[in-house]
Nanobody, 124 residues
């Protein structure tokens, strides 16, 4: 069973940076896509970024492209989201997600496995 545990959230000022981590366990992720989805207060969940574990192929939402970088570490079995130039509108709970296969999707419910989430708050 896939288990995803996020860490690294917190409070940061606008323009600052945070690095989120996701420890993945429970199976081999060689044919999986892992990613990040966020949910702001009163809003629907929205796709942020994804990475194909084996090939390293990445995909970003328009709001994240150029500011966020997703990466994975084979040795640590972890996925990271480096977030730079943070804005107040980036404030949300960030979830690590996983789905089998390579196909690109930006639909949050296409990811069947979810972590518990980590809060990111960006002050203006």
């Amino acid at each position: 069973q896939v288990q995803l545990v996020e860490s690294g959230g917190g409070l940061v000022q606008a323009g600052g940076s945070l690095r989120l981590s996701c420890a993945a366990s429970g199976r081999s992720f060689s044919s999986y896509t892992l990613g990040w989805v966020r949910q702001a207060p009163g809003a629907e969940r929205g796709f942020v970024a994804s990475i194909y574990w084996s090939g390293g192929n990445t995909y970003y939402a328009d709001s994240a492209r150029g500011r966020f970088t997703i990466s994975r570490d084979y040795a640590e079995n972890a996925v990271y989201l480096q977030m730079n130039s943070l804005k107040p509108e980036d404030t949300a709970v960030y979830y690590c997600v996983a789905r089998p296969g390579l196909g690109i999707t930006t639909i949050p419910y296409h990811f069947p496995s979810w972590g518990q989430g980590t809060q990111v708050t960006v002050s203006s």
